[in-house]
């Protein structure tokens, strides 16, 4: 909403321009920052001026330096390539207040005892998810569960390790060849996430999972849920079942969703 009758370059578009100035200043010899008006012009596009304002305060609180190009523009969020005080790569996940799907989004909120009372307005249930991304992460991680690392988190907007060579993401499960080792640990990631961490992935899929220099990296943690969540059993049974399907089709199947069901709930 208007904060004033202004418009134009005096009013809230040039305040919004001066934003996105600041936000794209940074060394100029990024690949991204050579395409400056078309990046620049994606910026002015997709964010709104709160999320600007979000940005320059993680940016001043020194949780982000500069933001550079977009790796991945989803309907409901974009990820983008950032850079820290120390120059180092992160990874900048950005919600959409304007297209988000509430409805969906309320079943893994609702029921989910650690944010109590459920937000009234859609932007409050933005930064609810992104809160709560950002506090799965944490739980993964300390339960052991190799997720990016959480930087960092402020009104709709995520930081986190970058996984991949910035500009470029690590390439998923889904753009992999899969091997046994791949197979060994979704199912074990599965198990501690639920046995350690208390949570179900509710998400969990071949595209939600990096593998990167000999590693895999589960992400995508938004939806993930407290055991006690009263859907949880059936958001694992759909965890458990996709990933042996897609395994299946990629010729790996030693068992079925039924008998490691059975197993991961032990
Ligand atoms: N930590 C990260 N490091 C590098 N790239 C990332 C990171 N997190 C996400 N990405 C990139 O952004 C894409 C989308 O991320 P994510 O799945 O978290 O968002 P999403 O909006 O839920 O997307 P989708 O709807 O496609 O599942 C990933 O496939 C990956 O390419
Ligand atoms: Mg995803």
């Given at each position: 909403?208007?904060?004033?009758?202004?418009?134009?370059?005096?009013?809230?578009?040039?305040?919004?321009?001066?934003?996105?100035?600041?936000?794209?200043?940074?060394?100029?010899?990024?690949?991204?920052?050579?395409?400056?008006?078309?990046?620049?012009?994606?910026?002015?596009?997709?964010?709104?001026r709160?999320?600007?304002?979000?940005?320059?305060?993680?940016?001043?609180?020194?949780?982000?330096?500069?933001?550079?190009?977009?790796?991945?523009?989803?309907?409901?969020?974009?990820?983008?390539?950032?850079?820290?005080?120390?120059?180092?790569?992160?990874?900048?996940?950005?919600?959409?207040?304007?297209?988000?799907?509430?409805?969906?989004?309320?079943?893994?909120?609702?029921?989910?005892?650690?944010?109590?009372?459920?937000?009234?307005?859609?932007?409050?249930?933005?930064f609810?998810?992104?809160?709560k991304?950002?506090?799965?992460?944490?739980?993964?991680?300390?339960?052991?569960?190799?997720?990016?690392?959480?930087?960092?988190?402020?009104?709709?907007?995520?930081?986190?390790?970058?996984?991949?060579?910035?500009?470029?993401?690590?390439?998923?499960?889904?753009?992999?060849?899969?091997?046994?080792?791949?197979?060994?640990?979704?199912?074990?990631?599965?198990?501690?996430?639920?046995?350690?961490?208390?949570?179900?992935?509710?998400?969990f899929?071949?595209f939600?999972?990096?593998?990167?220099?000999?590693?895999?990296?589960?992400?995508?943690?938004?939806?993930a849920?407290?055991?006690?969540?009263?859907?949880?059993?059936?958001?694992?049974?759909?965890?458990?079942?996709?990933?042996?399907?897609?395994?299946?089709?990629?010729?790996?199947?030693?068992?079925?969703?039924?008998?490691?069901?059975?197993?991961?709930?032990?």
């Amino acid at each position: 909403m208007a904060e004033s009758g202004e418009s134009g370059e005096s009013g809230e578009s040039g305040e919004s321009r001066k934003l996105q100035e600041r936000l794209l200043r940074s060394d100029r010899d990024n690949r991204y920052l050579r395409k400056d008006s078309d990046e620049r012009k994606v910026i002015e596009d997709v964010f709104d001026r709160s999320t600007l304002l979000a940005l320059e305060d993680l940016i001043s609180r020194g949780s982000l330096h500069a933001l550079h190009g977009v790796v991945r523009t989803g309907k409901e969020a974009r990820v983008y390539y950032g850079v820290d005080a120390g120059g180092g790569p992160v990874a900048v996940k950005i919600f959409l207040v304007s297209t988000m799907d509430f409805r969906k989004r309320m079943a893994y909120i609702a029921g989910d005892r650690r944010f109590g009372k459920l937000p009234s307005g859609s932007r409050e249930t933005v930064f609810l998810w992104t809160r709560k991304e950002f506090r799965n992460l944490q739980t993964a991680r300390d339960a052991g569960v190799r997720v990016p690392g959480p930087i960092a988190f402020h009104k709709n907007i995520l930081v986190m390790e970058y996984i991949g060579a910035p500009p470029e993401p690590a390439p998923t499960l889904a753009e992999s060849e899969v091997d046994q080792g791949d197979y060994d640990w979704t199912f074990e990631t599965l198990r501690r996430l639920r046995r350690d961490a208390g949570l179900v992935h509710a998400d969990f899929s071949e595209f939600n999972a990096f593998k990167w220099n000999g590693q895999r990296v589960l992400f995508d943690l938004g939806s993930a849920v407290l055991l006690s969540h009263p859907q949880a059993e059936e958001f694992f049974k759909r965890d458990v079942t996709n990933m042996v399907r897609f395994f299946r089709k990629r010729g790996l199947m030693p068992r079925d969703a039924d008998s490691w069901m059975a197993e991961l709930v032990k």
